[in-house]
Structures are given as C-alpha cells and as structure tokens.
C-alpha cells in the first residue's frame, strides 16, 4: 500500500487531543492521526462511550375531543393521496 503525503490544517482541541493520545499510546503523530481517522471512518465508538439511552416523555394523551381512530384513518387517507400522486408522476 502506498502512503500519501497531505497538508491537514488541525483546530487546536483536535490537535491536543492527537497529543494526548501520542502520549497515552507511546505512538508517532502519524500513527495517531491515521488510527483516530481509522476509528472515525468505521464508526467504531470508543470503549468508554455510554450507551445511547432514550428518555421517554410523559405524553398526556391526546388533547380532549381528538379520537385516535380519526387520526389513523387520517393517515390511511394521505398514504393513499401520496401512491395516487406517485402513480400519477409515473405516467
């Protein structure tokens, strides 16, 4: 594999952080940027990241007079608003 050799401008907080983990790692500048760079392109989440957690909130209820099963024939209406509208571009 050949290597490239390329100009990054880095902000300050990347740049420390890059030190940081030179330092902690015992490894090379390059070394750290490609392995950061690595983690980041693969969607690899660091092992000290927490689990994303997902806070239900209290809804109420629907507001006085609203009837839930208006609501869903509402939404069968626009599904079948939007197919008749797709079809109709198709042709």
Known sequence: ????RTTVTLDP??????????RMRGVSFKEAVNTSLRQGLSGELSR???PF???PHPGGGFRP??????L??????LEVDAFIA?????K
């Open 53 to 55: 957690c997902v806070m």
């Open 72 to 77: 869903n024939q509402l939404l069968d209406d």
């Open 86 to 90: 797709t079809q109709a571009r198709e």
């Open 13 to 22: 907080d990347v740049l420390e952080k890059i030190r940081n983990l030179m």
């Open 1 to 4: 594999m050949t290597s490239v």
């Open 48 to 50: 000290s990241a927490e």
């Open 65 to 70: 007079g609203v009837d839930s099963a208006k």
